[in-house]
Structure formats: structure tokens, C-alpha cells
């Protein structure tokens, strides 16, 4: 499986390219796969490299939200790697 952080958009340059924030971690990706205009400010789904698709920024902010939470929990020890989807698949489609 494998998981997409919402990552906001920075920078776009004239090559199609974005500079995103993900959780606070900057990179380069490049916007050639996303169907749609992307404008700085949005929020982008990453996979190796190249930005998947638009996601809507409350979607975005609650599924960061949860991603946060998830990592306090583990850092923690209140959960530990190995405990399944933690019902973040129930909290994703209230």
C-alpha cells in the first residue's frame, strides 16, 4: 500500500515543475501527470517524483491533521508501527 501526503505547492517554474511542502519537508516534483491546472497554494498527491493530482485544501488539511496525529501517537509509544490502518480509513470517509 502506499500512502500520499497532501503537499502544498510553493513554487511552479516554467518547465512544469513544483517546489511543495510536505509536513514541513521541501522538494522538487513535477507537475506533468496532473490533468488540471495547479496553481501555487494548492495541494498536490505525490508519488515518486511527479504530482498525481489535485486534492482539495480541507481534505488536504484534515488528512494532514490525521497524518500529524498518527505520528505523535507512534513517537509517543500510545501505538506502535504494526497496529493496522489505526481507523485512519473509517476517519478518511466520515
Known sequence: ???SIPSKVIE???EN????DTL????KVSLELVGESVAI???V???VGFAMGKIDEKEAIE???IFEEI???MESGEIGELEGDLGLNARLHQ
Open 45 to 47: 498527491l505525490i508519488h
Open 41 to 43: 497554494g494548492d495541494y
Open 63 to 65: 488528512s494532514i491533521a
Open 24 to 27: 514541513g519537508a521541501r522538494r
Open 12 to 14: 511552479i517554474d516554467d
Open 71 to 73: 505520528a505523535r501517537q
Open 17 to 20: 515543475n513544483a517546489v511543495v
Open 1 to 3: 500500500m502506499c500512502l
